[in-house]
């Protein structure tokens, strides 16, 4: 009988970690299986094998693994700007910064979408390719949609570390403009260069405004969090 609280605690506990389990597994293990099933969905309708859309490029084209290194860390700086701003908008939501919360979101939603676009070449394959629209066109609606954001939310934004995102969208201006206007191969270091100093810098920007946010909510709920001039 003395083993009965020890064997009901240990159920207590199995099932508490299942439960903090589930949610979360799921969701990865769905995530997953999503983009299987797209892969799967490509490989039926094409005459490619399936570890065409599994493999990475340098090792299904047979080239060294270096084989696109400036664009693989550009999509790892699209992932951590992303990740930053979503942290950010949770973070103001545990507050009540409803506002801030939603220009996160959707400044998170953004970066999403252009890491796509980059990983994909949405605006360099997909739009003229399918659906008939010249890249360049699509390149300048994106900056069109970009700035009217930014005109909406510029209240926010003047609250965050505006020099900093001023900076990254003038290195990607840089290299949306040589993309457009020259198209030539001896500035493609110049062109690609600044295309992944803006993504970092927009990368910093979002954990900047992550940490800020962060030291604005501990400092409401009587927490240390940091350089109270900051934020």
Known sequence: MSSAPGISLSSTTRSRRLEHLGKPFVIGALGGLAVLAVAGVGWRLSSYPFGYFTRDPAATTHQAPYLGMVSFFGLFAWAVAATALLCGGYVASLRGASDRRTALFTGAGVVV???????????????????????????????????????????????????????????????????????????????????????????????????????????????????????
């Open 113 to 231: 979408y252009l890491l796509f676009d980059d990983a994909f070449q949405l605006h360099e394959y997909f739009y003229p390719q399918y659906l008939h629209v010249p890249d360049t066109v699509v390149e300048l609606a994106y900056v069109a949609a970009v700035v009217l954001l930014a005109v909406r939310g510029r209240r926010f934004l003047a609250s965050t570390n505006l020099t900093l995102l001023l900076a990254a969208g003038g290195f990607l201006a840089l290299s949306i403009g040589l993309d457009v206007l020259i198209a030539s191969e001896r500035v493609i270091a110049v062109e690609d260069g600044s295309k992944l100093i803006g993504i970092f810098l927009l990368a910093a920007y979002g954990v900047d405004t992550a940490l800020a946010e962060s030291r604005l909510t501990f400092r409401q709920f009587g927490l240390s969090g940091g350089d109270p001039a900051r934020g």
